[in-house]
């Protein structure tokens, strides 16, 4: 699709409700030629008020929309807020009425759902008047609708007794025993990068260490702990020990509410392992299947079984853990509506605390006959997260976190589900943005919320595990600075 604006440079809010619209279109920013389906986004500004006109013409029929904001006493970003949602509005009242399905998640955009209930909670709504705009503004669908609001009161309730000197903490390990195809993450195959594991393991305890140092200068408590990767357990027993022993000794732990560390692959799990995690202070762990079905796993690219998952699942189960949460992933390569309920089924049936249902999401530089084949599993990925909705609720799990991505399939969307009291406090807070978390190793994104105002600042060290080992002085500066500048 071509596509113009008039009066506005708003490309990303154009292209992203396009894209959500019409995720197998090429777009292309161009006057209209009269060949193509063609979008134009015109604003005008007169009085106060913001007007958007949008023309869309799609497989021949040509629709227009009208959208107003008022824009008298904002600032910049706020108007700019406002004319990116009446930019997308327009978008969608014109292109979503050709389309054989709309989207579940209507007019939203956006990874974090959750958090603008929350906003929209702070501005004096009801649950019920933001359950009323999800659906009539934004066209949301009442199912997604529940889960934003559900998702975003389990936000609520972690602030209650969070303290302003508690920040959490994420150790990153970017190793994986094989490299999975649908895979996204910036991670190592060990079969490439074995030699490098040790110097990392070495050089991440050094960043524990003075990320400690840092956090008790500052009067700082870590409130979490979360381990992952790439596959943590890729490491040794005896490197797990290392780097939990390390975190003890370097944290102050006095508030600590929860220790998560993500095993992940079965096929790296033994009992060696869990021993060591469990020794190191964990009461969580992540025994990750993404599907129960050995076809689907072997052509996703994972070297073990149905069964592999079940063996790790039950050593975890006798190390003692107290919450074990369970991945699965929607749209996999090979898998259907029908084998994708055996393996909520079968996962319902091991019972784990958790179980974390993701929608498949395509890499980013996917060429357009990979976008297109994602846009066609709309309808059975859709019957495969009603199902879990469905199901898990009668099993005892409600919805805990909910977060989305822009190339998932569908357009849909990732759910924590828990049993009572067993939320992962963590995937909250980093989900909704509600507390500092500073990571430690390759790729991990440091973020210092001021909750006061909501502002977000980051500090990103090396992605890769080569030059994570050279930035080690580097790296301290960086999150020196970002604390720093919140004493300021």
Not at 326 to 333: C, S
């Amino acid at each position: 699709m071509n596509y113009t604006l008039i009066g506005h440079d708003l490309i990303h809010a154009a292209e992203e409700m396009l894209f959500q619209l019409l995720p197998a279109a090429l777009l292309r920013r161009q006057e209209d030629d009269g060949t193509d389906d063609f979008c134009c986004s015109a604003l005008t500004e007169r009085d106060g008020v913001m007007t958007v006109q949008t023309e869309t013409r799609l497989a021949g029929v040509t629709r227009t929309s009208t959208r107003t904001a008022e824009s008298t006493g904002l600032d910049e970003m706020a108007r700019k807020r406002a004319l990116s949602e009446i930019v997308k509005l327009g978008i969608y009242d014109t292109v979503a009425p050709g389309l054989q399905t709309p989207p579940d998640w209507g007019a939203l955009t956006g990874v974090r759902p959750a958090k603008l209930v929350r906003s929209l909670l702070h501005r004096g709504m009801t649950r019920g008047q933001v359950a009323e705009q999800f659906r009539d503004r934004y066209f949301v669908s009442p199912a997604r609708t529940a889960l934003a609001v559900r998702c975003a009161a389990y936000a609520e309730q972690a602030l209650d007794g969070l303290g302003e000197d508690e920040v959490s903490l994420y150790l990153g390990i970017p190793f994986c025993p094989s490299r999975c195809a649908y895979c996204s993450f910036v991670s190592s195959s060990i079969e490439k990068s074995a030699g490098l594991i040790e110097p990392y393991v070495d050089a991440l305890c050094a960043d524990v260490q003075g990320t400690g140092a840092l956090l008790r200068e500052m009067g700082k408590k870590v409130t979490s702990i979360y381990i992952g990767g790439g596959t943590p357990t890729t490491l040794s027993a005896d490197q797990l020990a290392r780097l939990m022993d390390v975190t003890a000794k370097a944290m102050d732990f006095s508030a600590l509410r929860e220790y998560t560390v993500e095993a992940g692959r079965p096929d790296t799990i033994t009992p060696e392992k869990l021993h060591a995690i469990r020794a190191g202070g964990a009461d969580r762990v992540s025994i990750n299947p993404q599907t129960m079905n050995d076809e689907v796993l072997a052509r996703i690219g994972r070297r073990h079984s149905a069964d592999d998952v079940v063996r790790a699942y039950e050593q975890a189960r006798s190390a003692g853990f107290r919450v074990i949460n369970m991945d699965t992933i929607a749209g996999l390569d090979g898998d259907t509506p029908e084998s994708f309920a055996e393996t909520i089924t079968k996962l319902i049936a091991l019972d784990p605390e958790n179980i974390t249902v993701h929608t498949l999401a395509i890499k980013r530089g996917a060429d357009l006959s990979d976008r297109a084949g994602n846009a066609a599993q709309h309808d059975a990925v859709r019957q495969m997260l009603d199902f879990a909705m469905e199901h898990l609720p009668r099993a005892g799990y409600g919805p805990y976190y909910l977060y989305r991505q822009k190339f998932s399939a569908g357009g849909f969307e990732n759910v924590g589900w828990c049993k009572p009291d067993t939320e992962s406090f963590y995937n909250i807070a980093m989900m909704e943005e509600i507390q500092t978390i500073l990571s430690c190793g390759a790729g991990g994104v440091s973020k210092r919320v001021d909750r006061d105002t909501g502002r977000i600042t980051r500090f990103t060290p090396p992605k890769y595990p080569r030059e994570y080992l050279e930035a080690g002085e580097r790296i301290q500066a960086g999150k020196r600075r970002l604390l720093r500048e919140s004493e300021d």
